[in-house]
């Protein structure tokens, strides 16, 4: 079945420190690939998406390039804030009868200290 | 347009007792899901409604029930509650355009509902 694996957190770094998720997936096809970040006490919030090979997705200054040789969309930021500290979930979601249910990493803590 | 609304936000109950959660999605999407999300197991999908239907179901018991109405909105039910029921209940819904139309895969999410069984 398909599943996504993300690095272990937590991630802790310096404000202006350059950021990076790692997020690897199995799935059959060409899903389509989803970072989400959680704030505390929050739902989570689509950050940015990629539906093919070779796409970025960015938003935020955050960005993540869909590798399908390497089955990977690693999500990176050149320049943390302490407010991006949050939960990073990387998903996939393949069409299944009509529907796209993600199927979820199991998401990575980032703490940006000043 | 408003985002997804879950009600309650917060809700404390004891072992045995049901419980009801709401969502409304965004306006225009029809199809609404339900995760339970917990620190062991991560995100866990429950079902997903489409037009007052359930079009999947996750492996979860019994006791976890939901509907939706003719206006999209939907409701969660557990029953017979159990101390690992303690979680954050996540709705989120995307839009499914009219026959021809391209669907979309992105889901929204509401802020959750977080629940604690005593």
């Known amino acids: 079945g398909d599943s996504v694996t993300q690095m272990e957190g937590p991630v802790t770094l310096s404000e202006e420190a350059f950021l990076t998720i790692n997020c690897t997936y199995t799935a059959t096809g060409y899903p389509s690939l989803f970072w989400y970040v959680q704030y505390p006490g929050e739902g989570l919030q689509l950050l940015l998406k990629?539906?093919?090979?070779?796409d970025k997705g960015s938003n935020k200054g955050f960005e993540a390039t869909y590798r399908k040789e390497t089955t990977s969309f690693h999500l990176e930021k050149g320049s943390v804030q302490v407010s991006d500290s949050a939960v990073y979930f990387c998903?996939?979601?393949?069409?299944?009868?009509?529907?796209?249910?993600?199927?979820f990493g199991r998401g990575t803590s980032l703490i940006v200290h000043p | 347009k408003a985002g997804v609304t879950q009600t309650p936000r917060y809700l404390i109950k004891t072992r045995g007792q049901q419980v009801t959660l709401s969502c409304s999605p965004i306006?225009?999407?029809?199809?609404v899901s339900w995760y339970q999300q917990t620190p062991g197991q991560g995100l866990q999908f429950l079902f997903e409604y489409f037009s007052e239907t359930q079009r999947n179901k996750g492996n979860f018991p019994g006791r976890f029930s939901g509907r939706q109405f003719s206006n999209s909105r939907s409701e969660m039910n557990v029953s017979t509650l159990e101390l690992g029921d303690s979680a954050l209940y996540l709705c989120?819904?995307?839009?499914?355009?009219?026959?021809?139309?391209?669907?979309?895969?992105?889901?929204?999410f509401g802020p959750g509902t977080r629940l604690t069984v005593l």
């Open positions: 998903a996939l979601t393949r069409p299944s009868g009509g529907s796209y249910i993600p199927t």
């Open positions: 306006s225009g999407h029809r199809s």
């Open positions: 990629a539906t093919k090979a070779d």
């Open positions: 989120a819904s995307s839009f499914t355009p009219l026959a021809g139309g391209q669907k979309t895969d992105t889901q929204y």
